[in-house]
């Protein structure tokens, strides 16, 4: 595993609420020049989610987040020619022809991202990030008192983290696991309050990120989870109202 122990510590910290000392532009610059193809590899795998997301943006006819690594004219032509997006997207896009079904179906796209095979931070954040829109469906379901085994239809039964959420699709509330006991804690206090319930699902994420890199310095994971928490912090600067609601509507509806 190569040592980036240089591109490590010159990057400046990063904080919520605080515009960073570095642009996007010159992080991708810096992470262009110095990591490995491999690495240069991972770090597009982990900015795949941003395509995904984008992909749907695409067919709302909405401006694309321009962090991932395709542009809008890009994904026109991946749609086109049948490559870069995964095969599950591409037999998506081929089986869901019309506009409703596109949207109505995305949700399946996202569980299907979300059961990829990965390894290193990739893995662990993307466990997180799933987990985390999984708690949140579940408590939104309890709250508007929709069935979980409809929310959770194209989900994999037989991961341990969903079977215990179908577990308790006939109680009266959903308790999630420990780690996950203060993101309930949250969403009960500031459901009403859109974007200070995004805020606080960034400040979650910031702090589960953190902790995934803590004792791998001078590594990819390292770069990688700065990357990840760069994006967060881009987000918290660029946030308002409408979007904390639209965001949070988009991970749970």
């Known amino acids: 595993m190569k040592n980036y122990y240089f591109l490590s510590t010159s990057l400046p910290k990063l904080s919520l609420g605080a515009v960073p000392e570095i642009s996007y532009k010159e992080l991708q610059y810096l992470f262009d020049w110095n990591l490995s193809f491999r690495d240069k590899m991972k770090l597009q795998e982990f900015k795949r989610f941003i395509d995904l997301k984008n992909l749907r943006l695409f067919f709302l006819k909405r401006p694309l987040d321009p962090r991932g690594n395709l542009n809008h004219k890009e994904i026109e032509e991946a749609i086109e ?35 990829e095979k990965r390894e290193g931070f990739n893995e662990k954040c993307f466990q997180m990030e799933q987990e985390l829109r999984l708690v949140l469906t579940a408590l939104r379901a309890k709250k508007l008192d929709r069935d979980l085994l409809f929310e959770l239809q194209y989900e994999d039964p037989t991961n341990f983290f969903i079977r215990d959420i179908l577990s308790q699709n006939s109680q009266e509330e959903y308790v999630p696991p420990a780690e996950y006991s203060r993101v309930k804690e949250l969403y009960e206090n500031l459901v009403q309050d ?35 928490h760069f994006l967060l912090v881009e987000d918290w600067n660029q946030l308002d109202s409408a979007k904390g609601k639209a965001v949070l509507e988009s991970i749970v509806a």
């Open 194 to 228: 859109p974007k200070e319930l995004y805020k606080a699902m960034l400040e979650f994420r910031v702090k589960r990120i953190e902790e995934l890199v803590e004792d791998k310095p001078f590594t990819i994971d390292f770069l990688l989870g700065y990357f990840a």
């Open 81 to 115: 020619v049948g490559n870069f997006f995964p095969s599950y997207v591409l037999d998506f896009l081929k089986r869901e022809e019309s506009f409703d079904a596109k949207l109505k179906f995305f949700p399946y796209l996202f569980a299907k991202f979300f059961q």
